[in-house]
Structures are given as structure tokens and as C-alpha cells.
């Protein structure tokens, strides 16, 4: 059974404060992916990453970074807070394919930044 | 840019009516198109999935249609029932750098009432 967990379920924040977000997975899978998601407007994408020290700008990468330096961890950094990155995270796995395959998401992780 | 449109924002049917929910892309280069269900509270799930190279997939009360010429793909609950409420999102995958990329519809929220 595929698990993907994120470090927060909850998170409140300051305006300018650093924002870790972690994602581990436990499937072995290559591809992570970080989305935010507000209502009527879906899952937006922000980041991706097919391998280890890989990343790939998504539609939304503002304001955001990430890291992956091993292949279970996957890590959204918001270098500094604003009130408009208040939202929903979901971070999500698969593994490789160029023809795409099922993702796995995790629980979300529910920002705040006030 | 790559964009997926799905309609109706918000469905409600009676227990035991059908469902559909439409979806149009834009990025002829699309080869896998999934179907998310989320739960109030709950992270997104796949329900089903079609490639590009078939028109149709059924999985006991639920089909989803594929036109690649008209660039819309469906999604048909039938016999709902009350736990078949959710939000449901459709998805266009398609090959970039190193694996693939995911666009996401804003999603349907769909009430069964009994």
C-alpha cells in the first residue's frame, strides 16, 4: 500500500517567516509533485521532481523553491511568507513514465500566514 | 499553455440518477487522462483512468469516454448513491523533461442526494 505522508496536517505562520513543508514517500517512486489547492481553482502544480536533485517549474513556482536530495523526501520551501500562500499543499508520488501513471497524494498540509 | 476546462463546477442528482462530468484540454500532446474522487477532509484518489490510444473504459458503475479529436474526455456515474458525493477532478498528463506533467481541471463537487 502506497504511503505518502507530510510532516504537517496544520500550520500557522507569520508574513516574511521561512515555510518548510516535507513529503516522504515510501514507494520507491521517481516523480514528487507539489500542488496547492484553493477552491474553484483545482490542483494547481508548483514544482516536480523525476529524480534525486531534479526539479521542474510547475504553472505557479512564485514565491516557492524545493528540494529533493534523496528520492523518499521531496521539500517545499517558502522563503518567506505572504498572506496569499495561505492554502492547501498536497504533495504527491508516482513512478516513472513518460505516458504518466496514477499519483499518490498525500494529506495535505493546511497553511496559514497571517 | 496547457489548460484543462471541466464542467459543471457543482452537480446534483437525485440517488439512483446518472452523472456526468465533461472535461475539454488543450495540449494535443496528452496521452493519459486520470479521474481524482476526494472526500470531504480526505486526499484525492484515483478512480479511473484512460490512455490515448482507447475511446472507452468502464469499471463497474463508472465509464469514462475519450474523443482525441474533439479534445474532450468524460466521466458517467451511473445508479449514483449517496456516498459517490465528493469532488471529483479530472487530469491531462503529458511527457515532459524527464518524465511527465499533470494538469488538473478546477474539479466538480457532486451532491447524491437520497
Known amino acids: 500500500d502506497v504511503k505518502v505522508t507530510q510532516s504537517s496536517r496544520y500550520l500557522v505562520k507569520r508574513t516574511g517567516e521561512k515555510v518548510f513543508l516535507e513529503c516522504v514517500q515510501d514507494?520507491?517512486?521517481?516523480?514528487m509533485f507539489w500542488y496547492r489547492q484553493d477552491p474553484g481553482l483545482g490542483l494547481r502544480l508548483i514544482y516536480f521532481s523525476y529524480d534525486v536533485k531534479m526539479k521542474e517549474k510547475g504553472d505557479i513556482p512564485e514565491g516557492y523553491s524545493v528540494s529533493r536530495e534523496k528520492k523518499e523526501r521531496f521539500s517545499l520551501i517558502l522563503e518567506s511568507a505572504s498572506t496569499n500562500q495561505t492554502s492547501m499543499y498536497l504533495c504527491?508520488?508516482?513512478?516513472?513514465?513518460?505516458?504518466?501513471?496514477?499519483?499518490?497524494f498525500g494529506p495535505g498540509t493546511r497553511l496559514t500566514v497571517l | 499553455g496547457e489548460n484543462v476546462e471541466q464542467h459543471p463546477s457543482t452537480l446534483s442528482v437525485q440517488e439512483g440518477d446518472s452523472a456526468v462530468i465533461k472535461c475539454t484540454y488543450s495540449d494535443s500532446a496528452s496521452n493519459y487522462f486520470p479521474w481524482y474522487k476526494q472526500e470531504l477532509g480526505k486526499r484525492p484518489q484515483l478512480i479511473i483512468d484512460?490512455?490515448?490510444?482507447?475511446g472507452e473504459k468502464k469499471d463497474q458503475r463508472i465509464a469514462v469516454t475519450l474523443n482525441k479529436t474533439a479534445k474532450h474526455f468524460s466521466l458517467h456515474i451511473t445508479e449514483t448513491q449517496p456516498e459517490d458525493s465528493a469532488v471529483y477532478f479530472c487530469a491531462a498528463s503529458m511527457a515532459h523533461t524527464g518524465g511527465f506533467k499533470t494538469i488538473f481541471g478546477a474539479g466538480t463537487r457532486l451532491f447524491v442526494k437520497a
Open positions: 484512460i490512455r490515448s490510444n482507447v
Open positions: 514507494m520507491d517512486h521517481e516523480n
Open positions: 504527491a508520488s508516482s513512478r516513472q513514465g513518460f505516458a504518466g501513471s496514477t499519483q499518490y
